[in-house]
């Protein structure tokens, strides 16, 4: 039962065009929300995030969206660049009593073609 | 600074093995986080430590698997008696704040024969 789901395994992008890279969520519970890039042989790297109460984060080229009733967030990169080529991890954490519980997507990967 | 720093980078082992892989986390991080990656698959969480506090191991995928945290810094995950389906990137991460930005090593690549 895959709590989060990254449906696109793959995308690929002009450089200079908007690269929006979807995450869906099955529970509600979920309270906190991250994006990680990851490069081949190297570990995922934080990017951005956004809590549960709010719709919108923004840091630089970089966009998050959480829409709620739809269970749904998208990350926005605009403009695109070829270093941006990676795979992206969307992840939905859950406040637990004593812990929480991070759940991750499968990912996607972003091809940024120059 | 120094990152998050995981040994081996590969660990080539038999079944039936036992393995142990190391996690040095950020100086002064109280969070740790041990998660793993398959062929093609998502990370999974496994276990997670908040400083003095008892672990959440409700991510460990069976009772082959333990991992400890000494001193509130280095932790160990130890894996017995190896099996194939064992064989992953091993992740570790720590953060300042529980689960709030968390800082990934560069992962240990096990293989089980």
């Known amino acids: 039962d895959q709590q989060v789901k990254q449906n696109s395994p793959s995308l690929s992008v002009q450089e200079g065009r908007i690269s929006i890279l979807n995450c869906d969520y099955t529970?509600?519970?979920?309270?906190?929300f991250l994006w990680y890039k990851k490069y081949p042989a190297e570990g995922p790297t934080f990017l951005i995030s956004i809590s549960s109460i709010k719709d919108k984060n923004e840091d630089g080229r970089f966009t998050v969206f959480l829409n709620k009733s739809a269970k749904h967030l998208s990350l926005h990169i605009v403009p695109s660049q070829p270093g941006d080529s990676a795979v992206y991890f969307c992840a939905a954490s859950v406040t637990l009593t004593g812990g929480f519980k991070t759940i991750f997507g499968a990912g996607t990967r972003l091809f940024v073609k120059a | 600074g120094a990152g998050v720093s995981q040994s081996p980078s590969n660990k080539v082992t038999e079944k039936g093995k036992d393995v142990e892989l190391r996690c040095d986390p950020i100086s002064g991080h109280t969070a740790l986080y041990w998660y793993r990656q398959s062929l093609g698959q998502g990370l999974e969480f496994l276990i997670y430590f908040q400083g003095n506090s008892a672990p959440d191991k409700s991510g460990l995928p069976s009772d082959r698997f333990s991992a400890e945290r000494t001193g509130g810094s280095v932790s160990t995950l130890t894996i017995q008696r190896t099996q194939q389906e064992d064989s992953a990137v091993y992740l570790c991460?720590?953060?300042?704040?529980?689960?709030?930005?968390?800082?990934f090593g560069p992962g240990t690549r096990l293989t089980v024969l």
């Open positions: 991460a720590s953060s300042l704040v529980s689960w709030n930005e968390q800082f």
């Open positions: 529970n509600s519970m979920f309270d906190y």
